[in-house]
Nanobody
């Protein structure tokens, strides 16, 4: 089972950008479909974006609206989430998740999860 660790969160002003990273260890990340989720204060965890094992397929939540881009670098055993045009509604803890099955990771039932990284957008 792969271990995941997020980084790159922080405080940003509305309209700004952040890039989140998810580093994998213990296994080759290319074995896993990967995804980002987030949990805002007082809300349920929600899907943000997903990427297939070799990056040929991506899937985004509607609220992303072209503002976020998911990518992966299997050679570096990592995944990225480039976020732009951020708003206060994007404030949340962001988690990366991985699973060998696409449907499982997109559905939020991935076998591996990171500890999360806090993103705070000030308005």
């Amino acid at each position: 089972q792969v271990q995941l660790a997020e980084s790159g969160g922080g405080l940003v002003q509305a309209g700004g950008s952040l890039r989140l990273s998810c580093a994998a260890s213990g296994d080759d990340i290319s074995n896993y479909a990967m995804a980002w989720f987030r949990r805002a204060p007082g809300k349920e965890r929600e899907f943000v974006a997903a990427i297939s094992r070799y990056g040929t397929t991506t899937h985004y939540a509607d609220f992303v609206k072209g503002r976020f881009a998911i990518s992966r670098d299997n050679a570096k055993n990592s995944m990225l989430l480039q976020m732009s045009d951020l708003s206060a509604e994007d404030t949340a803890v962001y988690y990366c998740a991985g699973d060998t099955r696409w449907g499982t990771v997109v559905g939020g039932r991935g076998e591996s999860w990171g500890q999360g990284t806090q993103v705070t957008v000030s308005s």
